[in-house]
């Protein structure tokens, strides 16, 4: 059923990390977007991290779908760039690149000074290896990373270090795709032998290296000396195996591991433990309340955004999320580059929302609680819920209220997930609560663009100038044009309101006190700035 569900949420909302995925990280008792990771002290170079790990037995980059073993791959491989905290792309295995008038073809120069764990010398070939070999699972079923080489068409090995890469079209090209860890080449027969390749050592060109490798209990990793970037001043880690990420809280509170990731809302009890710190981040997860264009009351303006009036978002964070998540209007990454920081235009008042009602013929004609239009039809609307995710149960039960107090009679249809498919693709809903996990190389055409009415964009809403906007932004490579086109985009979303955006989810990373130094996980690298970290005093 697992499974099923990763698919779906490929299939119908375009999810690109399906199974796994920059952002301010903050400690709890500071501010939003208020950056106080960084400690006082002089950084000290050596001391070991213990992490905790759920799987060891296949640390394959290509082929694992492990969400920790994803992480400790960071700490192992590069790509091509890297996303810093803004999604804004930097520098890695390639130093810098350039694309070409018609926006499809990118060429990078990669770095010279680069060799894998074993000494041998990094080269263009082993990118283009990389990138056939991800190419080899069109259907992405082996490996989470083959949807960003999907439309590439052509590679062309310009010299050892300088690599041109073409795309089908200017759409489907973007350099924040080139994140997927670069492999060896000589470490494999072939591209296929890739994906038979389970228990394999790795072999990257990232900061740490391995050392010892047991795949039933630990693996030791060490400084890379060679590493081509700065050296982190962590000399060793130590990766746990542990039965789950339940097991891996319990750890940290039992000073086995460092580290872990909080799985509930509620880890704020977690700071009443003086040897812990918490590290609040938001993720890539929207909610969003979705509306039917194909229904006549829907696809009135003033209905949908009398809806986005009486909603108290506020209060369902607080009661729901235990006040961790972030509310937005748009489903843009509110630390994104491109994210236009302006008030939110949406906010609970119930008097508006009764004004716009009113326009739209819809009041209280007989003295009673709900409200009729001139025909005497009450307002009565279906909202559609998974009932595995207890959250969005949850929401529901608020937004249902909420929207009682204006006179709106909202009716919650709480199914499993098959029936939750079924329904959203048979068009079989007025409202749906859902939500997408946004992928670093942003394009929101499968959700508003009128190309997949029917089919990711399930709501059914058009307009040519969104198309128009969400077509050019995808083509447009300079920073400043594509900043103004996502401020155009953003202002007509939240004019036309296809989906209220409710909030993206945060999540916290648990740390020991005694490792210091920035630490600022993002939702795509709980690592990243691993560099910056040290181990201060000892374990206690």
């Given at each position: 059923?697992?499974?099923?569900?990763?698919?779906?949420?490929?299939?119908?909302?375009?999810?690109?990390?399906?199974?796994?995925?920059?952002?301010?990280?903050?400690?709890?008792?500071?501010?939003?977007?208020?950056?106080?990771?960084?400690?006082?002290?002089?950084?000290?170079?050596?001391?070991?991290?213990?992490?905790?790990?759920?799987?060891?037995?296949?640390?394959?980059?290509?082929?694992?779908?492990?969400?920790?073993?994803?992480?400790?791959?960071?700490?192992?491989?590069?790509?091509?760039?890297?996303?810093?905290?803004?999604?804004?792309?930097?520098?890695?295995?390639?130093?810098?690149?350039?694309?070409?008038?018609?926006?499809?073809?990118?060429?990078?120069?990669?770095?010279?000074?680069?060799?894998?764990?074993?000494?041998?010398?990094?080269?263009?070939?082993?990118?283009?290896?990389?990138?056939?070999?991800?190419?080899?699972?069109?259907?992405?079923?082996?490996?989470?990373?083959?949807?960003?080489?999907?439309?590439?068409?052509?590679?062309?090995?310009?010299?050892?270090?300088?690599?041109?890469?073409?795309?089908?079209?200017?759409?489907?090209?973007?350099?924040?795709?080139?994140?997927?860890?670069?492999?060896?080449?000589?470490?494999?027969?072939?591209?296929?032998?890739?994906?038979?390749?389970?228990?394999?050592?790795?072999?990257?060109?990232?900061?740490?290296?391995?050392?010892?490798?047991?795949?039933?209990?630990?693996?030791?990793?060490?400084?890379?000396?060679?590493?081509?970037?700065?050296?982190?001043?962590?000399?060793?880690?130590?990766a746990k195996r542990v039965?789950?990420?339940?097991?891996?809280?319990?750890?940290v509170e039992a000073n086995?591991?460092?580290?872990?990731?909080?799985?509930?809302?509620?880890?704020?009890?977690?700071?009443?433990?003086?040897?812990?710190?918490?590290?609040?981040?938001?993720?890539?997860?929207?909610?969003?309340?979705?509306?039917?264009?194909?229904?006549?009351?829907?696809?009135?303006?003033?209905?949908?955004?009398?809806?986005?009036?009486?909603?108290?978002?506020?209060?369902?964070?607080?009661?729901?999320?235990?006040?961790?998540?972030?509310?937005?209007?748009?489903?843009?990454?509110?630390?994104?580059?491109?994210?236009?920081?302006?008030?939110?235009?949406?906010?609970?008042?119930?008097?508006l929302a009764k004004k716009?009602?009113?326009?739209?013929?819809?009041?209280?004609?007989?003295?009673?609680?709900?409200?009729?239009?001139?025909?005497?039809?009450?307002?009565?609307?279906?909202?559609?819920?998974?009932?595995?995710?207890?959250?969005?149960?949850?929401?529901?039960?608020?937004?249902?209220?909420?929207?009682?107090?204006?006179?709106?009679?909202?009716?919650?249809?709480?199914?499993?997930?098959?029936?939750?498919?079924?329904?959203?693709?048979?068009?079989?809903?007025?409202?749906?609560?859902?939500?997408?996990?946004?992928?670093?190389?942003?394009?929101?055409?499968?959700?508003?663009?009128?190309?997949?009415?029917?089919?990711?964009?399930?709501?059914?809403?058009?307009?040519?100038?969104?198309?128009?906007?969400?077509?050019?932004?995808?083509?447009?490579?300079?920073?400043?044009?594509?900043?103004?086109?996502?401020?155009?985009?953003?202002?007509?979303?939240?004019?036309?309101?296809?989906?209220?955006?409710?909030?993206?989810?945060?999540?916290?990373?648990?740390?020991?006190?005694?490792?210091?130094?920035?630490?600022?996980?993002?939702?795509?690298?709980?690592?990243?700035?691993?560099?910056?970290?040290?181990?201060?005093?000892?374990?206690?």
């Open positions: 059923m697992k499974r099923e569900k990763k698919i779906f949420y490929y299939v119908c909302f375009l999810f690109v990390f399906s199974m796994l995925s920059g952002c301010i990280s903050r400690n709890v008792d500071t501010k939003p977007n208020v950056n106080k990771s960084l400690q006082m002290g002089e950084p000290i170079v050596g001391g070991e991290l213990r992490i905790p790990v759920t799987q060891l037995d296949m640390l394959n980059p290509i082929i694992n779908d492990n969400k920790s073993v994803y992480y400790l791959n960071k700490l192992i491989y590069d790509g091509l760039i890297r996303l810093d905290e803004k999604l804004f792309p930097q520098p890695a295995l390639a130093k810098k690149w350039n694309v070409s008038e018609n926006g499809k073809e990118w060429t990078f120069q990669l770095r010279d000074d680069v060799r894998w764990h074993d000494g041998k010398l990094f080269s263009a070939e082993d990118v283009k290896f990389t990138i056939d070999t991800l190419k080899m699972d069109t259907q992405g079923k082996k490996s989470i990373f083959s949807v960003y080489v999907k439309h590439i068409k052509n590679i062309k090995i310009i010299n050892s270090h300088k690599i041109s890469i073409e795309f089908d079209e200017a759409i489907d090209s973007s350099v924040e795709m080139f994140t997927f860890p670069i492999i060896p080449k000589h470490q494999f027969l072939n591209s296929k032998a890739v994906y038979d390749a389970v228990n394999i050592v790795p072999i990257g060109t990232g900061p740490y290296k391995v050392d010892l490798y047991d795949k039933f209990k630990t693996i030791k990793l060490v400084v890379n000396d060679d590493y081509w970037g700065d050296k982190p001043y962590i000399t060793s880690i130590l039965p789950d990420k339940e097991a891996a809280l319990t750890s086995e591991v460092d580290i872990a990731e909080a799985t509930n809302f509620d880890w704020e009890k977690y700071s009443e433990d003086k040897s812990l710190k918490i590290y609040e981040y938001v993720t890539q997860y929207f909610e969003f309340l979705a509306f039917n264009f194909n229904k006549d009351i829907l696809n009135d303006e003033n209905i949908r955004k009398a809806l986005a009036y009486s909603i108290d978002r506020h209060k369902i964070v607080d009661e729901v999320y235990l006040g961790h998540a972030t509310i937005v209007d748009v489903p843009i990454y509110p630390e994104a580059y491109f994210y236009c920081e302006e008030e939110k235009k949406y906010g609970k008042d119930l008097l716009l009602l009113a326009e739209s013929s819809w009041e209280n004609r007989d003295n009673d609680k709900w409200l009729e239009n001139e025909s005497g039809k009450e307002l009565r609307l279906r909202l559609l819920v998974n009932n595995d995710n207890p959250q969005r149960v949850k929401t529901a039960k608020f937004i249902a209220s909420q929207l009682s107090e204006i006179g709106i009679d909202v009716v919650i249809n709480k199914v499993d997930w098959e029936e939750y498919k079924k329904k959203i693709l048979a068009n079989k809903f007025d409202l749906v609560l859902g939500g997408w996990k946004l992928s670093n190389a942003f394009n929101l055409r499968f959700a508003l663009h009128s190309e997949y009415i029917g089919n990711t964009n399930f709501i059914g809403y058009k307009n040519p100038n969104m198309d128009k906007l969400l077509d050019e932004v995808l083509v447009t490579k300079n920073i400043s044009v594509k900043k103004e086109k996502y401020k155009q985009i953003q202002n007509l979303f939240v004019n036309d309101l296809p989906y209220f955006g409710l909030y993206f989810k945060n999540r916290s990373i648990i740390v020991k006190k005694h490792v210091k130094g920035d630490i600022m996980p993002v939702p795509f690298n709980i690592f990243n700035s691993i560099e910056k970290w040290y181990i201060g005093d000892n374990p206690k």
